[in-house]
């Protein structure tokens, strides 16, 4: 069971595949969570009938699934937990898009809250900071593809990275 939801990361897998079938079919029906998660049709009802109980969907058999607002609650969190991690593996680190979203599926399960803000604001910071921002992250980029580390090129990146800051110093002055 996870500590922040008290939901098995199965669980949370179901409410995450709920509210993605909600926002792009406007309904959720057991063979499309189903599907989504490559499961069986019967595996589904045993679940939805735990998250009923919990009173996270709203399910009735044969007929569609809907989240409750605490559900809801609790699906756009975990999504957000997911899209962070994934967007950090893919567009950060350059992890290939299918194993960035394949490992941030399981991320979104254990990270706590304390580090998944500490990825927020550092998100934040890497596309809002003028010291940082499109350059700073191509760079890393350019980094991790070379097969050694350059000196020259990193003292030559420091040197243009200071030349840019003093004049824009300039400019403002």
């Given at each position: 069971m996870k500590k922040g939801t008290g939901l098995s990361e199965s669980l949370e897998d179901y409410l995450e595949v709920i509210l993605d079938l909600e926002k792009t079919s406007k309904v959720a029906r057991g063979k499309d969570i189903a599907e989504r998660l490559d499961i069986k049709r019967g595996s589904v009802t045993g679940a939805l009938k735990i998250l009923e109980e919990k009173g996270l969907v709203?399910?009735?058999?044969?007929s569609y699934i809907t989240l409750?607002?605490?559900?809801g609650k609790i699906a756009r969190e975990?999504?957000?937990?997911h899209v962070a991690s994934r967007?950090?593996?893919?567009?950060?680190?350059?992890?290939?898009?299918?194993?960035?979203?394949?490992?941030?599926c399981r991320m979104e399960h254990v990270i706590d809250?304390?580090?998944m803000e500490r990825l927020m604001c550092f998100f934040d910071y890497i596309y809002s900071c003028p010291?940082?921002?499109p350059d700073w992250l191509e760079n890393f980029i350019k980094h991790c593809s070379a097969k050694r580390f350059d000196?020259?090129?990193c003292d030559?990146?420091?040197?243009?990275?200071?030349a840019q800051h003093r004049d824009k110093t300039v400019d403002q002055g």
């Open positions: 709203n399910y009735a058999p044969y409750t607002p605490k559900g975990i999504t957000r937990r967007d950090f593996l893919y567009k950060v680190l350059q992890v290939d898009a299918e194993t960035a979203n394949a490992t941030a809250e304390k580090t010291r940082t921002g000196r020259e090129a030559q990146c420091l040197s243009d990275c200071l």
